[in-house]
């Protein structure tokens, strides 16, 4: 048998001649078996240059150490961000993670979860699309997959939901930009790609007939997930129509307030707090690179680090089958001042 034809585990025991389940038991576990072994099998592994797959061990076992990780849009970097914390906590407890984008896309999104079920993973921690998901197809998927929501609520689907506070969000930037200048105006997605956007308005709203002021929403064209073009043609449009009663912004979140910062600089408008500037804006998410904007944006920012952990632990507790009953688990944001506000 040539080095180029082991095709699997069974040919690689045969040909190094060592037992098929000591050979099994050192890929799952080097330290399982006697050190003389190890060393045998590890100079066969150099010899023959062979790697098992993994996914095939994987297919084999009851319980799969794979892990499915759904987001809407990958390259949405809030989305990007909690799924890099996600990764690296499914792999520091020896899980398999591999991740998955929807694409902003409700038939990709189902096409993902039945791919899914082919992977027999161990639990999935799914960010679902929102309005635009098929709440069937959602709630079959969970029935059959141990799966922790993650930021977008749908009900209660899966083991629990774990998401930021996104009424503490709107709630505690509208006080402060209130404390600190003009009264913000609330600059939305007329037809907003995720439900937490309504959750912000709504709370933009109380917070502001609590402080004794008149909201202000602006609603632009546009839906889906390209919020900076949007973000930045409804600002071309509002502030060309002066549609802005105060000198203050307040983005729905940060990817909109990017391509409002842009439209202030197209038009020669100067962002930012203090003398010489004609308005301030903010956004919402803490979106990892709003500190390179011109100028830095101000914000609030989910807690990547414990949103992360603490669905990540949740979904680790049901996996070793501890089952506790649904719940829902909001983690505060923290206020970001920078100089755009």
């Known amino acids: 048998m040539s080095d180029s034809s082991i095709k699997n585990m069974e040919q690689f025991a045969a040909i190094s001649g060592i037992s098929r389940p000591t050979v099994s038991k050192y890929f799952n576990d080097p330290d399982s078996v006697r050190r003389s072994s190890r060393e045998r099998i590890e100079a066969a592994i150099e010899k023959y240059n062979y790697r098992p797959n993994i996914f095939a061990m994987n297919q084999n076992r009851a319980l799969t150490k794979n892990i499915g990780i759904v987001v809407p849009l990958l390259s949405d970097p809030y989305f990007s961000e909690i799924a890099r914390n996600l990764e690296q906590h499914c792999i520091d407890a020896g899980y398999r993670p591999t991740l998955f984008s929807a694409h902003g896309d409700s038939k990709h999104e189902v096409e993902v979860l039945d791919n899914l079920r082919s992977l027999k993973p161990a639990g999935v921690l799914l960010a679902p699309l929102g309005r635009a998901s098929d709440q069937d197809v959602l709630e079959k998927f969970c029935a059959d997959v141990p799966t922790l929501i993650f930021d977008s609520n749908v009900g209660e689907c899966g083991i629990e939901f774990v998401g930021s506070d996104n009424f503490q969000f709107a709630r ?138 603490q669905a990540a632990e949740a979904l680790f507790a049901a996996i070793d089958g501890q089952k506790q009953p649904w719940k829902s688990t909001r983690i505060e944001g923290k206020l970001i001042l920078r100089a755009s506000a």
Not at 207 to 231: K, L, N, R
Not at 281 to 298: E, F, K, N
């Open 172 to 309: 505690d930037i509208t006080n402060y930009l209130c404390r600190s200048g003009e009264p913000p105006c609330f600059f939305e997605m007329k037809t907003p790609a995720n439900p937490n956007a309504h959750r912000r308005r709504q709370s933009y709203l109380a917070a502001m007939e609590e402080f004794g002021f008149e909201p202000q929403v602006i609603s632009v064209e546009g839906e889906g997930w390209a919020f900076e073009e949007i973000g930045f043609r409804g600002a071309q449009d509002a502030l060309l129509k002066k549609a802005f009663a105060t000198n203050t912004v307040l983005c729905s979140n940060d990817r909109l307030a990017i391509g409002f910062l842009s439209a202030c600089y197209v038009n020669g408008i100067t962002v930012g707090h203090g003398e010489g500037c004609a308005i301030r804006v903010a956004g919402q998410d803490g979106h990892p690179l709003t500190r390179y904007t011109c100028p830095p944006l101000t914000t609030i920012s989910h807690n990547y680090e414990a949103v992360s952990l």
